[in-house]
């Protein structure tokens, strides 16, 4: 069984002013407030400079001009005051200030609630201007198109039943055992790129051996593409975006009616991987973040949600046992995420 604890990080944004937290640390007092900004000594790197810091309270924001060179919101604040992740940030605000945010499983958010979350909005093509300048080289290449598609692949193999794997399934995402070239002896994935383009195969080893898990043709950045997206990006807009590590954690949630998701091929998000997300969502966007409940996924998945909580809402789903993978998932369980059939 899973259970998924999901927050909000907006809800949380838009509950929690800077000025309450400021109060909680007792810091109100050491700060001036003139108009719309509170000046003060900088809480976080703890200087002298008595105007390195300042908070606009309209924008509920801040900024350390000096040793820290950066600023945020209250999550941001939270998390470089008390060293913690953003989703730890998050669940000392509710904590602190008794926020009634955190949906219980299978809860959807108000609709009404997100609607009114106009001062987030208004902040956002300012950061998408900033952002995108920073944006990498490497977002910039791309993976060229297959010239061609491997040809009497099996679609029978043991491999694929025993990773539970409907013939439908198989037959959806094209896998198949192969028996030539580079991928002889693999299970080979197609993945397309988000216009639907063949651009490479993966190719699994099937079963336990110390062969090499994987194997992407070289020169393919998987780093570029986002596993299943081509497919994801038709579905309704409405529905949440779910994110998982792996091939099998995506088709096996696909096989269970979850056609909105997508695999990172991997526990990192990458800018390129980001911006991909970006056009896929609007400010109001779900996004499921379900990565394997181990110790890479449990540390990347507080990293990625707190990136793309800036451009849409971001869920951050929990396992219970450790272990656990997305494609360990019931169909009920699947069901009741996704918020009924689809
Ligand atoms: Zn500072």
New binding site residues.
């Given amino acids: 069984m899973s259970k998924s604890t999901f927050i909000d990080f907006r809800a949380v944004k838009r509950e929690v002013t800077m000025v309450q937290v400021l109060e909680h640390y007792g810091l109100m007092s050491q700060m001036k407030q003139n108009g719309d900004s509170i000046t003060g000594a900088?809480?976080?790197?703890?200087?002298n400079g008595n105007t390195?810091?300042r908070v606009s309270i309209s924008k509920n924001c801040w900024n350390?001009?000096?040793?820290?060179?950066?600023g945020g919101n209250v999550l941001d604040f939270v998390a470089k005051k008390e060293r913690v992740s953003l989703p730890k940030a998050a669940r000392l605000l509710v904590e602190w200030f008794n926020l009634k945010i955190e949906a219980p499983e299978g809860e959807k958010d108000s609709p009404r609630q997100e609607k009114s979350d106009s001062r987030v909005r208004d902040k956002k093509p300012m950061k998408r201007e900033a952002e995108k300048s920073a944006a990498p080289e490497d977002e910039k290449s791309e993976n060229k198109p297959l010239g061609f598609v491997l040809k009497d692949l099996q679609t029978e193999h043991p491999y694929l039943a025993e990773r539970r794997l409907f013939p439908e399934t198989v037959q959806t995402f094209g896998l198949g055992f192969c028996q030539k070239g580079m991928h002889a002896g693999r299970i080979v994935i197609p993945i397309h790129n988000p216009k639907g383009e063949l651009v490479a195969y993966a190719g699994r080893w099937p079963g336990d051996t110390d062969k090499e898990k994987y194997l992407f043709p070289k020169g393919f950045k998987k780093s570029l593409e986002l596993f299943n997206l081509d497919r994801a990006g038709k579905e309704p807009s409405d529905k949440p975006l779910v994110i998982v590590e792996g091939f099998f954690d995506c088709m096996m949630l696909h096989q269970h009616g979850c056609r909105k998701v997508i695999a990172l091929m991997g526990s990192s998000l990458s800018p390129a991987q980001e911006g991909l997300i970006r056009k896929q969502t609007d400010s109001n966007s779900h996004v499921i973040v379900m990565l394997d409940e181990d110790e890479a996924g449990q540390n990347a998945r507080e990293e990625i949600a707190g990136r793309l909580a800036k451009f849409c809402f971001v869920k951050v789903h929990l396992f219970e046992e450790p272990g656990t993978q997305p494609e360990h998932l019931s169909f009920e369980e699947v069901q009741d995420l996704i918020g009924g059939a689809s």
């Fill in positions: 900088c809480p976080i790197h703890e200087g390195a810091f350390c001009f000096s040793t820290c060179g950066c």
